[in-house]
């Protein structure tokens, strides 16, 4: 168990310490099971998932901002917008169902109607997600086929199986899980994602499955996930490609009492935190990763565009592979964020905690040595005061490898 330090609000350092299991608990009235459909073209390894949600289950949903939503995406909003409560959720790796209109559509509907048939609920009552390959038809015969294995193998134990089926390019499935104690009560959260590339998730071939067994109305649940989503998911990149097929579901069981809501609302963040977290880590073939921590802001809003434009600097990515503290990318970086009135001899830049830029100009004890022992880290940390503002914003970032150019240059074939 590590303890996480998880920062709730933009203009403050109010932080907790909450143990994560890089592993995820189960969730009473959450089964899962998975199937091998046959879709991934040079293994027979499982690649779908269905999630089957208990009657008192409340749901939340953010989808991608991706203009070119998939198919699976518009059903999902659909299904959501008909009033009907959510109770399977079916997904499919290797292959994103997007990019092809009508032909799309009509598959992910026919994929639910299936699920739904099968599970005696309504069609409205599945909420596909996809991930994979953009532009090639989702071969749904396959997918029906292998529903009702998935469904003899439901379970509260699978999460790590799920984790599995949905991974595309990931090196390792991404879990993570915490307990909650309070006077009068306990609950489990629980997380499971996928993502290593296309990353920038606007909401990445991002998909995430996080679940708490605690009761928790619909309004608040819808509430707390987009709150975690803005510290947590919102906040990472790899390449700054928003996919089309982005979805972070939050489920709510209601099998265990309603904890405090600031404590839910911690315990999410941490969860949510470790999971954007590694798939950072992942970041197709990444060596180490950039925390860039921009202070003084006039807004977050501006805060953020520095931490993004450093982050996916393509310069800046490869010093950071590297391990060369090549100084004057994050610079140059900072310099064409588009920050209106900004003036460069307010800016102070620390590295690992020691000063490497003052007043716009190089910190007088700043040392190249200095430079490559905090680059040479998993994880280089990079402070940014703008002198501004007292808004504030976090980025994790990953550098740019071979391994990345090797995984997408090959990913089709």
Known sequence: MTPVPVALNENTNIAMDVEIHT??????????????????SRTSSEDIAVVRL??????????????????????AREHLASGTEPRYLLYNSANANAGLGAQGVAAARECCRELAHRAGVEESAVLPFSTGVIGEPLPTAKVIAALDTALANLGEDHWLAAAQAIMTTDAW?????????????????????????????????????????????????????????????????VDGDTSTNDACVLVATGMAPAPPTELLREALCAVCHRLAREIVRDGEGARRIAAIRVRGGADREECRAVGFTLAQSPLFKTALYAADP??????????????????????????????????????????????????????????????????????????????????NSEYRT
């Open 173 to 237: 499935a991404k879990l993570a899980t915490t307990e909650l104690r309070w006077e009068g009560g306990c609950c489990q959260v629980s997380g499971l994602a996928k993502g290593a590339g296309m990353i920038r998730p606007d909401m990445a071939t991002m998909l995430a499955l996080v679940a708490t067994d605690a009761a928790v109305p619909s309004a608040l649940l819808g509430e707390l996930l987009s709150e975690t989503m803005d510290q947590s998911f919102h906040c990472i990149t």
């Open 326 to 407: 090549n100084w004057g990318r994050i610079l140059a970086a900072i310099g064409r964020a588009g920050l209106p009135d900004f003036e460069v001899d307010k800016v102070r830049i620390e590295l690992a905690g020691e000063p490497l830029v003052i007043g716009g100009e190089r910190a007088p004890n700043y040392s190249e040595a200095q430079g490559q022992r905090a680059f040479a880290a998993d994880e280089v940390q990079i402070d940014i005061y703008l002198g501004r503002g007292q808004s504030e914003a976090q980025v994790w970032g990953s550098d740019l490898s071979p391994e990345y150019l090797r995984i």
């Open 54 to 75: 208990a009657p008192t289950a409340e749901v939340a949903v953010v989808f991608t901002r991706n203009a070119f939503a998939a198919a699976p995406v518009q059903v």
């Open 23 to 40: 592993t995820a608990a189960p969730i009473a009235g959450i089964e899962i099971g998975t199937a091998s459909a046959g879709l991934r």
